[in-house]
């Protein structure tokens, strides 16, 4: 069973910066890739970014591009989103999200098995 606990949200002013984190825990932990996506109520859960954990190739939302960065640490089971340049409607709950194969896609919830608890980032105007 994978674990992902998900640390570093928190309140901050447009045009300040955040980084989340996210830790995975498990017996084995060897994702095809790790993802991170986005939440405001009443909509859906939303692709912000991922990584491939073997090849480390990455990709981003347009709407984060620029600002936003993904990175990984394999051998501290954790993955990063560096966010900067941060605008109010980056305001959501922030999720961490692993994906065991490459069966399905990367760039949508349902193609991820494991999920952490969620981290709220607030952007105020």
């Known amino acids: 069973q994978v674990q992902l606990v998900e640390s570093g949200g928190g309140l901050v002013q447009a045009g300040g910066s955040l980084r989340l984190s996210c830790a995975a825990s498990?017996?084995?932990?060897?994702?095809?890739?790790m993802g991170w996506f986005r939440q405001t109520p009443g909509k859906e859960r939303e692709f912000v970014g991922r990584?491939?954990?073997?090849?480390?190739?990455?990709n981003l939302a347009d709407s984060v591009k620029g600002r936003f960065t993904i990175s990984s640490d394999n051998a501290r089971n954790s993955v990063y989103l560096q966010m900067n340049s941060l605008k109010p409607e980056d305001t959501a709950v922030y999720y961490c999200?692993?994906?065991?194969?490459?069966?399905?896609?990367?760039?949508?919830?349902?193609?991820?098995?494991?999920w952490g608890q969620g981290t709220q980032v607030s952007v105020s105007s």
């Open positions: 999200a692993a994906k065991r194969t490459s069966i399905g896609g990367t760039y949508v919830a349902v193609g991820y098995d494991y």
């Open positions: 498990g017996r084995t932990f060897s994702p095809y890739a």
């Open positions: 990584i491939k954990w073997s090849r480390g190739s990455k």
